[in-house]
Structures are given as structure tokens and as C-alpha cells.
């Protein structure tokens, strides 16, 4: 089973829908989790980071079930400018962050 | 505030010959580094981490190797390029390992 799995999409979504995204990961000793952004032939870059209580900024929802071992992210009134690779990351003791291969979110007008 | 710089933004080297790839970081003392690879549609693959001055950790056995000759400078070096070795190089920071990572603007490497 590898470490951090997401669906890669593509989400195909109009504008102004609500998506999620979910992940696995398969480390129960895992920490800490992060959602980071890639746009098409740029550097990722940190979205947010997801906490036990789950955590909100804006329109972006983080969601962390250690009991399915899985964490989400869910996105309301999706714009244009959210089409993006949202890249699930999980870490655990010494070990450098698993990044998860991404997932491709297309927002349509 | 931290920042990061990485250099070339892109880079077109002939197979068999070397690489130098230059990171640094500003604003933080003693920042994990890191080097990744990202082929054309991929996903991350972790190449090298540092958590200190002269300590390497190899992720993935290839012909790359990388340094780190000061506390906030990261290089990545090949003695000869493969085809193999074209991709986006990205290069990161972080307070500790279980913190966030940042990275740097990235470097598109084509072989030919």
C-alpha cells in the first residue's frame, strides 16, 4: 500500500460548486498533515495545514479521521482561479513529509 | 521574513555533461534542506535532505549527489547527465521535519 494516496482527477467542476478531495495514508503513527496548491509548471505551495479538530480559512475546509486514516479538503464556491494540483502531504517522526501525487481540479466556467 | 532562491530557471545541458544546481535560503539559521524531482506529470520524488552542515541524507541511488557547504546553501551536482535526469528540480526549506515545507521557484532541466 503506498504511503499518501489521492485520486488524480481530473475534478472537473463548474463555478461556484463545492468539491472535496479526500486522501489516505498508511502510517498510523502519522503527525502532521499539510494541503499545498501546485499550478501547471509552478512550485507547490502550502494551502493550509489540517488539525485533529479540523480547520477552516476562507472557502477552504480541512477535514483529519486518524480512525480511517484518511484527511479532506473541501472547497465551496469554487472559483476559476482554484483549477489547480492539491497535493495531500502527511509526516511522521523523523522522516521527511510524503507528499501524494495529487489531485487535478479544473474549475469551468 | 524566509526566502528562498534557486538558480537557473531553466537549463539545457547535452547528455555527459555535468550539473550545478544552487540553492539558498535567507532570513533562517540551520533550515532543513531539500532537493526534489518532478518529471512531466508526476508526482515529488524526494532526491536529498540535510538537516545540518555537511549532512546528507540519499533517498533515491542515481548519479546525482548534492552538498551542503554552508548552513543556509544547497547544491546539487552530477558528474554526467543522463537523458533520464530531465525534469523540474525543486529545492525546499523547512524549520524541522515534521514542519511545513517551502520552496524555491524551481529549475526545468532538459537533456538532450
Known amino acids: 500500500r503506498k504511503e499518501v494516496e489521492q485520486d488524480p482527477g481530473p475534478f472537473n467542476v463548474p463555478e461556484g460548486a463545492t468539491v472535496a478531495f479526500n486522501c489516505t495514508y498508511s502510517?498510523?503513527?502519522?503527525?502532521?498533515f499539510f494541503w499545498y496548491r501546485q499550478d501547471c509548471r509552478k512550485e507547490p505551495k502550502l494551502l493550509m495545514s489540517?488539525?485533529?479538530s479540523g480547520n477552516e480559512d476562507g472557502r477552504f475546509t480541512a477535514q483529519l479521521n486518524r480512525a480511517s486514516q484518511y484527511i479532506s479538503l473541501l472547497i465551496r464556491d469554487s472559483k476559476l482561479s482554484d483549477s489547480a494540483t492539491y497535493l495531500c502531504?502527511?509526516?511522521?517522526?523523523?522522516?521527511?513529509?510524503?507528499f501524494g501525487k495529487g489531485t487535478r481540479l479544473s474549475v469551468i466556467a | 521574513s524566509q526566502t528562498i532562491h534557486q538558480w537557473p530557471a531553466t537549463l539545457v545541458q547535452p547528455v555527459g555533461s555535468p550539473l550545478s544546481l544552487e540553492c539558498t535560503v535567507e532570513?533562517?539559521?540551520?533550515?532543513?534542506l531539500y532537493w526534489y524531482r518532478q518529471a512531466a506529470g508526476r508526482g515529488l520524488q524526494l532526491l536529498f535532505y540535510?538537516?545540518?552542515?555537511?549532512?546528507i541524507s540519499s533517498e533515491v541511488p542515481q548519479n546525482l549527489s548534492a552538498s551542503r557547504p554552508q548552513d543556509r546553501q544547497f547544491i546539487l551536482s552530477s558528474k554526467k547527465l543522463l537523458l533520464s535526469d530531465s525534469g523540474f528540480y525543486l529545492c525546499?526549506?523547512?524549520?524541522?521535519?515534521?514542519?511545513?515545507?517551502?520552496f524555491g521557484d524551481g529549475t526545468r532541466l532538459s537533456i538532450l
Open positions: 502531504v502527511v509526516t511522521s517522526g523523523n522522516t521527511p513529509l510524503v
Open positions: 525546499a526549506w523547512s524549520v524541522g521535519t515534521n514542519q511545513p515545507q517551502h
Open positions: 489540517v488539525y485533529s
Open positions: 502510517n498510523s503513527a502519522s503527525q502532521s
Open positions: 540535510s538537516v545540518g552542515i555537511g549532512q
Open positions: 532570513g533562517t539559521s540551520n533550515p532543513n
